[in-house]
């Protein structure tokens, strides 16, 4: 297990890619299963919403990237390399998810502190981290220039982003003025 744990650090470091990793069904489903608990941790611990919501949210973020990679290797008629490549998202989310709760934690405990700016700025760093990191694996995957697999990366979170706030506006409304 370690070895997989440390193949995903390799692919956040960019230093091998998702044709590394291993082919196996079973293999993606517990990082699923681990990604979409480290999601509603996460999701709970930067905005207390009713759980049905959180687990909406995460299984929105799942689908997405689920739903993009699976059209684009299909488009590509790379269908063989959608389990490697969906197993390397999903663990470099969950591995910098890892590394993201310390941040999301400490950023509940200094709301109207100075610290805050510090801690936006730390998981604003880490999100560009992680969209560097899926610009590379789907560089790998696809087979496409990096600029054009960063772009994509770019627009997946965006459209996450978008589709989460239409399908739950309530996030909005809970946003606290300031």
Known sequence: MKALWSLFWSVCQMRRGPEDMPWSPGLLLVVVLLNL????????????????????????????????LWLLLTFKHFELRYVQGLTTIYGVDFLLG?????????????????????????QMLLVGWNLGVRG??????LEIGIFQANML?????LLHIFLAAKLFPELLAAAPAR
């Open 136 to 141: 590379f694996v789907y560089h790998r995957t």
């Open 98 to 122: 890892l590394i993201a709760l310390p941040l999301v934690a400490l950023g509940s405990a200094v709301v109207g502190t100075p610290w805050l700016a510090v801690v936006v700025v730390a």
């Open 153 to 157: 990366s770019l627009t997946l979170f």
């Open 37 to 68: 608990l480290l999601g509603l941790v996460i999701q709970w611990l930067t905005e207390p919403v009713s759980l049905l919501v959180a687990l909406g949210i995460a299984l929105l973020a799942l689908a997405v990237d689920a739903v993009a």
